[in-house]
């Protein structure tokens, strides 16, 4: 995994944010939302409940409403049920581009934007996360 570390989070949002290094050295953030937990595993674990196998999909920019449902592999096996990507993120200086996706399994996720740019996380409870980065080409096209 990248490197990572957990910073303070920015005033009133409730979320523990970690910064991490993609695979092409930028800074990252990733957190969870606040919410019910469903599942909690050990985090020295969590990495290695991801999926090894490589999925092809193409999550475009839109707008920060509209969910989107996720189907086979991504929701059976990767255990990603929906999605969201958008540009901005409450006015934050760190993170132009925003995913927000809900797993049900896994713990451990990669995902790769059209730059080849991978941003690797990891999460210990199944719920909605958040997936703060930069990118000139900000469309994630692989997840595992």
């Keep these: 995994m990248a490197d990572s570390e957990i910073v303070t989070p920015p005033a009133g949002d409730g979320i523990t944010w970690?910064?991490?290094?993609s695979a092409n050295g930028n800074i990252f953030f990733y957190g969870t939302k606040n919410g019910p937990k469903q599942t909690n595993v050990d985090a020295?674990?969590?990495m290695?409940?991801?999926s090894a196998k490589k999925?092809?999909?193409y999550w475009r920019?839109?707008?920060n409403q509209t969910w989107h449902s996720t189907s086979g592999a991504v929701r059976d096996t990767v255990g990603i049920s929906r999605w969201k990507l958008f540009k901005g993120f409450n006015g934050s200086q760190v993170g132009d581009y925003c995913l927000?996706?809900?797993?049900?399994k896994g713990w451990g996720f990669t995902f790769e934007d059209e730059t080849g740019d991978k941003y690797e996380i990891s999460t210990v409870v199944n719920r909605t996360?958040?997936?703060r980065y930069n990118s000139s080409r900000p469309n994630?096209?692989?997840v595992w």
């Design 44 to 46: 020295t674990d969590a």
């Design 129 to 131: 996360h958040i997936l």
């Design 61 to 63: 920019v839109g707008d």
């Design 48 to 50: 290695s409940l991801s």
């Design 100 to 104: 927000e996706f809900t797993n049900t």
């Design 140 to 142: 994630i096209v692989y």
């Design 55 to 57: 999925y092809q999909v």
């Design 18 to 21: 970690v910064q991490g290094i």
